[in-house]
């Protein structure tokens, strides 16, 4: 199947409220034109250089995601044009991120990344962590960036029932935060293996790129 006719089944098995970011990470360009002329708008991204080139020279109505690790001395360089920033893990990026969008004179939307995971090497912070983060006068007091959600990735398992469990979890925090702060819109769980069990948990963004893409080469 071509790179549309993935697009079209996922789009097509989503429900209505459920975003698709099409994660377009070390894949050319063509590919996402690909992506891009059957309709798709929201591209995710884990390396900002590769993001930031692919922005110059591509359609300047795409919706950037950056679903990596941030690094805060990498922050100005997607400044300008970063839609959404999906992990955040701490109060210092955040300061970091504002202070960018300032410069940019731009508002950047950013998720808390919450662990759910129980690898040593998936990012995160806990619940508490984050309610800890959105109470603080720091936050309060920032004006060019806004948590609008939460973004969490499962244990690599083929294990179902950990993987609902995990997202049942996360989606639990984010109903306990929501009633304290109500800007909380945005739930991004599931990813190609596991977006079924996370849209079932209640993830209303879900982040697919080897089955719309194929297979990634990392050489």
């Not at 049942?168 to 909380?184: A, C, G, H, R, V």
């Amino acid at each position: 199947m071509s790179i549309a006719d993935n697009l079209k089944k996922y789009k097509a098995e989503l429900p209505e409220n459920v975003q698709l970011v099409a994660i377009s990470k070390t894949k050319p360009k063509e590919d996402l034109l690909e992506a891009y002329n059957a309709g798709q708008r929201i591209f995710g991204e884990n390396k900002i250089q590769e993001m930031t080139d692919k922005w110059e020279t591509l359609p300047k109505d795409i919706n950037w995601h950056m679903v990596g690790h941030v690094q805060r001395n990498k922050v100005k360089y997607m400044a300008p044009y970063v839609g959404l920033i999906h992990a955040v893990d701490s109060l210092k990026l955040l300061k970091e991120i504002n202070k960018e969008a300032q410069k940019n004179e731009r508002s950047i939307k950013c998720l808390l990344q919450i662990k759910i995971a129980e690898e040593e090497s998936k990012f995160g912070i806990s619940a508490e962590e984050a309610k800890e983060i959105l109470s603080s006068d720091t936050y309060k007091n920032f004006e060019n960036v806004e948590v609008v959600g939460l973004m969490g990735m499962a244990t690599f398992t083929e294990d179902d029932t950990q993987v609902k469990k995990e997202f049942s979890y996360l989606k639990s925090i984010f109903d306990t935060l929501k009633e304290t702060y109500p800007k909380l819109k945005t739930l991004s769980m599931g990813m190609s293996g596991d977006y079924k069990i996370a849209v079932a948990c209640g993830s209303n963004m879900v982040r697919i790129g080897s089955a719309i893409f194929g297979e990634r080469n990392y050489n």
